[in-house]
């Protein structure tokens, strides 16, 4: 039943890339709202599979590396429609879908049973903790598509060159604005889940700050955004630079999800 | 009856042909009136813009209309004859009408897809009903171009990009910035293109305006006009700090803001984004400025470029905008046959006879018993009875009277025939 409704939200979040990406090239209001349309019964399907992964568990899941990459896109589109339902930029879905996608298609690949919790895990600290620093590194996915659209669009104004979705794209105050506001939206969560998370550890293992790898991607990504923000507010470093900057914190994001699940050490090996 | 139009365009005529042909203000209704008024002509509307006059009729006989009309203008604007014959084009018929749909939907304008022609056409007609000079067919047909102008205008993307550098200048600042509303706009200099420019700028909402010019009694007459801050053209660069929007055209030889002194504007803005549109030749920014995050420099052949590209899809469109035009000819050629006396006579005799043929089964289905001879007797009673009903109707039809076209649509209306949906059936 879970593992349904899991191949459901990813099949329909795969038509939606396709879909998504037809959109970037056939502007066309039916497209578009096919699209949102696929999105959203691949979010009713996901959200359903992740309830029902609760029920049966009995805690939130988010205890091994499937159920963190399928929460970790969940998030994303959580965010997508929150943003769409206030901003309608429906176009970031075209630069949002294909990293949902891939997240999805790499937590289909991982080993998907329900087992016990070790009993380090069982504690409040497990939802605080994973909800928090997934809803960041997701506004941090949308900064990273915001900061994509942003480069994009910036071509085409420096370049003189006014073609392809040049009309499509908001303008770019907006798109930097909307950067700005979703870094300011994920540091926060990131700095809770870095607290949250050196709480948990001394209540479980007795010392706040272990220098796991995860511990120390997490504080990398801390400072990336941390600088993100403060050369916006002190020395002006806006549009194009924060682009950049918020697209490679996202990447860097990316890199120790995935990396330290390959080197496979530290605490945090369960997710 | 037949659909008629003289005119002279931006094509075929110059701009002083164009004014002398113009028909302003009170002279247009006196005009109509007269245009109406003229032994050939049933229904009358007259177009006129600075780009085109035109004269739409609904005529009896083309080559009488177009002498009488001919004679008409060359009277009413005392102009020379073989000029007006040199300029004048005449359509009728088909062509007519595929001019009508044409001019409607921007296809014959100037500026292709420029959407005032759709505003002017509707006023044009409006004023004739008004004027009471339109009858059933020019009303048909003036409703038939604006609808068949709102479909292309829908359904291609012909009046989609801007294709002017005005309009160039305003759809790139909505593409950097947020809300125009809340940014401060600089003119530097004063050239004419400059002023229409900042002219169409303002007419999108800014929130303060400053003008910088050489001489500064011409600044502080501009200001005044786009109510706006002078300052001496010195002072421009302190101004710059907080100003979103440069347009450029002072006429100085040579640069008058370099890269480095930009860099210091931007440093004091904190790198919020400036656009600078130069529009001098020689150019007055140094084009190395556009290197520079959140300077965005577009000179006069940048802007050029934009409206030459979609000038281009324009043109696209527009292809795709005749075969629509193409598409709409059809259905309405059908419709005009149809005004014509003989389908109607018919659909009404046809009308009728069906009557008589279900009320005389009804009758016949009540009264079984008859016999063959009652039967026949009360057929003929029915014939005779239509007959004598629809005789005077047709007979006034046949007779091709002069209002002909108001009493087959009052017919029509009447007995509740549409002949045109019946051939399409």
Redesign the interface.
């Known amino acids: 039943m879970g593992t349904i409704l899991f191949e459901l939200a990813l099949i329909f979040y795969f038509a939606a890339t396709i879909v998504s990406i037809i959109e970037l090239f056939k502007e066309k209001k039916i497209i578009s709202q096919i699209m949102l349309f696929l999105v959203g019964i691949g979010f009713a399907a996901h959200t359903a599979n992740i309830i029902y992964r609760y029920v049966v568990a009995g805690h939130i899941p988010i205890t091994n590396f499937h159920e963190s990459t399928s929460f970790f896109s969940w998030s994303i589109v959580l965010i997508f429609f929150i943003l769409q339902f206030r901003y309608k930029v429906s176009i970031l879905c075209s630069f949002v879908m294909p990293v949902v996608f891939v997240l999805m298609l790499s937590s289909s690949m991982l080993p998907q049973e329900i087992k016990p919790l070790s009993p380090v895990l069982q504690s409040y600290w497990l939802t605080i903790h994973t909800v928090v620093a997934f809803l960041g590194n997701a506004a941090f996915a949308l900064a990273f598509g915001v900061g994509t659209m942003y480069l994009v669009q910036e071509h085409y104004v420096k370049s003189k060159h006014l073609g392809g979705i040049f009309g499509r794209l908001p303008s770019l105050q907006t798109l930097d604005a909307l950067n700005y506001k979703l870094i300011t939206l994920g540091f926060p969560l990131l700095t809770l889940a870095i607290i949250t998370g050196s709480l948990w550890a001394e209540s479980a293992w007795g010392s706040y700050w272990r220098w796991d790898p995860r511990e120390v991607w997490s504080l990398t990504t801390w400072f990336i955004y941390a600088i993100i923000i403060h050369a916006r507010l002190v020395a002006g470093w806006r549009g194009k630079r924060a682009a950049i900057l918020s697209i490679a914190g996202f990447l860097i994001i990316l890199a120790a999800f995935f990396g330290i699940k390959v080197l496979g050490k530290g605490l945090h090996v369960f997710i | 009856m037949k659909i008629f139009v003289a005119g002279l365009n931006h094509n075929t005529a110059d701009v002083e042909v164009r004014e002398k042909m113009a028909f302003n203000g009170s002279r247009l209704e006196e005009g109509l009136r007269r245009f109406r008024e003229l032994p050939d002509v049933e229904e009358a509307v007259i177009l006129s813009t600075c780009n085109r006059v035109e004269l739409y009729a609904n005529v009896k006989d083309s080559t009488k209309a177009s002498e009488s009309i001919k004679a008409f203008l060359s009277d009413f604007h005392d102009i020379n004859r073989s000029l007006l014959d040199k300029a004048l084009y005449i359509y009728d018929d088909i062509n007519a009408i595929k001019h009508i749909f044409r001019v409607a939907s921007s296809l014959d304008s100037m500026v292709v897809g420029e959407p005032q022609i759709l505003g002017q056409l509707k006023e044009a007609f409006e004023f004739a009903l008004e004027k009471k000079t339109t009858g059933i067919l020019l009303n048909r047909l003036m409703k038939k171009a604006i609808s068949v102008a709102k479909r292309v205008r829908r359904d291609t993307r012909i009046a989609?990009?801007a294709v002017s550098i005005s309009f160039a200048a305003v759809e790139?600042a909505?593409?950097?910035?947020?809300d125009l509303s809340e940014k401060v706009f600089m003119l530097l200099g004063a050239g004419e293109m400059a002023e229409l420019a900042a002219r169409h700028l303002m007419s999108n909402g800014v929130k303060e305006v400053i003008v910088a010019n050489r001489s500064y009694n011409r600044a502080c007459e501009l200001a005044r006009e786009f109510n706006g801050k002078p300052v001496k053209l010195d002072d421009f660069l302190r101004e710059m700090v907080h100003s979103d929007i440069v347009i450029c055209s002072t006429g100085a030889p040579h640069y008058i803001l370099l890269k480095d002194q930009m860099q210091r504007v931007m440093?004091e803005?904190?790198?919020?984004?400036v656009f600078l549109i130069d529009i001098s030749v020689p150019r007055n920014i140094d084009p190395k400025i556009?290197d520079l995050?959140?300077v965005?420099l577009?000179n006069i052949d940048?802007l050029q470029?934009?409206v030459d590209?979609n000038m281009f899809e324009r043109k696209k469109e527009a292809e795709k905008a005749e075969k629509i035009i193409e598409e709409e000819i059809d259905p309405f050629l059908k419709w005009l046959s149809s005004l014509d006396s003989v389908p109607t006579i018919v659909a009404l005799r046809e009308k009728a006879e069906e009557i008589k043929r279900e009320e005389f089964e009804k009758l016949m289905n009540r009264f079984p018993d008859l016999d063959e001879k009652q039967r026949k007797a009360i057929e003929c009673m029915a014939s005779a009875i239509i007959n004598k009903l629809i005789h005077p109707p047709t007979a006034a039809l046949k007779e091709d009277p002069e209002d002909k076209d108001l009493m087959i649509a009052i017919i029509k209306k009447l007995y509740g025939i549409d002949v045109e949906e019946k051939e399409n059936k």
Do not use: V
């Open positions: 989609e990009n790139l909505k593409k950097i910035f947020t440093k803005r904190k790198q919020r984004p556009n995050d959140n965005y577009y940048d470029g934009i590209a």
